[in-house]
C-alpha cells in the first residue's frame, strides 16, 4: 500500500484526501451499563433497540467534515415529530445497519454535488460487505483498503472515531449529572442522542483528525501536538477525573472508552443469525417496545 500512499499525496492536496467509516453506538448506555454488555453483538433483542450506526467522514486538513449519518431502525421515530431541520443526515434500515444500497445511494449524491465543482478527490474506505462502489462515479476515486488491515491503515480507526465516541460519552455524563442535579429522570432520546452527536462531532479536533492520518503515511507534513490539553481532549478518564465524577470504576471507563463490539454492516455469523431467527420465533413484549425510537403507528 506505500506506494498507493504516495500516488495519493503527490496526485491530491489534502482537502481533497478523505476517510470514511462507520460505528456503532449504544447511545442510552452509561459506562457501568457498557461493561454489563461487554462482548455482546448488538443483533437482535432489547440491547438492539438503543443501538445505531454511524457514518464518519472528513478529510485530512479537517476543512470538510461530512455531516453525520446516523442509521437507525425506525423510519419515523416519535421524538423528531414536529423537528424541521436535524443536525445529522437521519437514515433508517432493517438492523440499523449501513447497507450496500444505502452507502451506493451516498456516494452517488456526494458525485453529483461535486461534479458541479468540477473538483475530485480520493476516498479511502474499508471493504466490508456493505461497501459496493457505485457503478460511474466521474468525481470519487475510490481507494479500498486492503482485508484484515483497516485497524492500521484506516484513520478513522488511528483515533477520530475514538475522539467522537468520547466527546458523546462526556456530553451524555453532563446531561445525567444536570439531572441528577436537579434531582429530575434522565431519559435519552434518539433527538438527544443526534444532537449530542453533532456537537461531538464538532469537538474533534483539526489536531486530532490531521495526526490520524499522518499516522497511516498520508500527510505531507508531520504529526502536531494537541494546544494544551484541552478540556475536549482530555481522555475519558482524565476527564471525568477533572470534573470529580467518581461515579465509575476504572474497569468500566476502560471498556466504556474501548466499546466497538456493535455490528455495523450486514457481516453476520452463523450464530448471529440463529440469535435473530430465534427472536422472531420467540417474541417477548418489554418495556422497550415503548422507546421514542420505535415508529409510530
Not at 89 to 94: E, F, Y
Not at 96 to 120: G, H, I, N, V
Not at 222 to 235: F, K
Not at 242 to 259: D, L, P
Request: hydrophobic share 35%; proline share 3%.
Amino acid at each position: 500500500m506505500e506506494n498507493v500512499w504516495l500516488d495519493i499525496i503527490r496526485n491530491y492536496d489534502e482537502k481533497d484526501i478523505f476517510n470514511a467509516d462507520e460505528t456503532g453506538l449504544f447511545y442510552k448506555l452509561t459506562p457501568n451499563q457498557t461493561l454489563k454488555f461487554k462482548g455482546e453483538k448488538c443483533v437482535g433483542g432489547k440491547l438492539s433497540k438503543v443501538g445505531i450506526t454511524i457514518l464518519v467522514c472528513t478529510n485530512v486538513n479537517c476543512s470538510e467534515k461530512q455531516k453525520l449519518t446516523v442509521i437507525g431502525k425506525s423510519q419515523k421515530p416519535r421524538c423528531y415529530k414536529n423537528v424541521k431541520k436535524l443536525p445529522v443526515d437521519d437514515k433508517s434500515t432493517k438492523e440499523a445497519w449501513m447497507t450496500s444500497d444505502l452507502f451506493q445511494k451516498y456516494f452517488r449524491q456526494w458525485d453529483k454535488e461535486l461534479a458541479k465543482k468540477k473538483r475530485k478527490i480520493t476516498l479511502l474506505i474499508d471493504n466490508c460487505t456493505a461497501h459496493i462502489e457505485p457503478s460511474n462515479l466521474q468525481w470519487i476515486k475510490v481507494v479500498f483498503l486492503p482485508p484484515n488491515t483497516t485497524s492500521v491503515l484506516q484513520p478513522m480507526d488511528q483515533g477520530v472515531i475514538c475522539s467522537l465516541k468520547c466527546n458523546y460519552w462526556k456530553q451524555l455524563i453532563l446531561r445525567i449529572l444536570e439531572c441528577y442535579d436537579k434531582n429530575k429522570d434522565c431519559d435519552i432520546s434518539l433527538l438527544d442522542a443526534v444532537v449530542l452527536l453533532e456537537k461531538s462531532w464538532r469537538l474533534v479536533t483539526e489536531s486530532t483528525i490531521r495526526n490520524c492520518f499522518s499516522h497511516v503515511g498520508l500527510t505531507k507534513t508531520q504529526q502536531t501536538e494537541d494546544e494544551g490539553e484541552e478540556d475536549d481532549n482530555l481522555p475519558l478518564s482524565k476527564w471525568l477525573e477533572k470534573h470529580r465524577v467518581n461515579a465509575f470504576s476504572q474497569n468500566e471507563i476502560k471498556h466504556f472508552e474501548c466499546c466497538n463490539d456493535v455490528i455495523t454492516s450486514g457481516e453476520v455469523s452463523e450464530e448471529d443469525i440463529v440469535v435473530l431467527v430465534n427472536e422472531k420465533n420467540n417474541t417477548i413484549v418489554d418495556s422497550s417496545s415503548d422507546m421514542e425510537e420505535e415508529q409510530d403507528e
